[in-house]
């Protein structure tokens, strides 16, 4: 763990605040669930949940029979980063952290297909590979993550049948996180 030199005092209501350099930093946003853990020794930590993450296993052998499908790399993202992949390159995309425009798409609660000529980055730590679809993972009524297929600047542009396999694959996992 790393020490920030941040102290905050509980208040009479058993709250503290969260800096917001550190909110920032960790893309915590308001009304975002956080996991409680405790130590022996004691200490209380603080992690980001991801309904999405705890599918991991479930997503993993979803994006590989898609993958075998479709031949199109496809990985599964909650808000922040890739939680599954499958396709050319699957070890190398888990972690990645998603780009901003593909946290806009998913902000936006619909299905994308990348236009013609479109090289929209799907990570930030990255380069090279692109959002050929999107479909948003929503759970509970709010947006927990999305399916996309991604490629190089080679990759052929996707129809209808890899936006609806995409989009069924999201409501899929949606309901898998409800509670």
């Known amino acids: 763990m790393k020490a920030t030199g941040i102290v905050r005092r509980i208040d009479d209501l058993g709250r503290v605040v969260i800096p917001k350099e550190i909110r920032r930093t960790l893309k915590i946003r308001e009304g975002e669930a956080l996991e ?80 013609s000529g479109a090289k929209t980055p799907a990570f930030t730590d990255r380069e090279g590979i692109y959002l050929l679809t999107a479909a948003p993972i929503v759970s509970d009524g709010d947006v927990t993550g999305c399916v996309a297929f991604v490629g190089d600047e080679n990759a052929r542009l996707q129809g209808d049948t890899e936006l609806k396999l995409a989009g069924a694959a999201a409501a899929f996992l949606g309901r898998q996180t409800e509670v």
């Open 36 to 115: 409680i853990f405790t130590s022996d020794g004691g200490e209380v930590v603080f992690k980001k949940y991801s309904p999405v993450g705890e599918t991991a296993e479930a997503a993993a052998k979803l994006c590989e029979s898609i993958w075998r499908t479709t031949s199109v790399p496809v990985v599964v993202c909650d808000r922040d980063r890739v939680v599954a992949a499958a396709g050319t390159g699957r070890k190398e995309l888990l972690g990645r952290s998603v780009s901003a425009e593909l946290e806009r798409i998913m902000a936006e609660r619909k299905a994308h297909r990348a236009a």
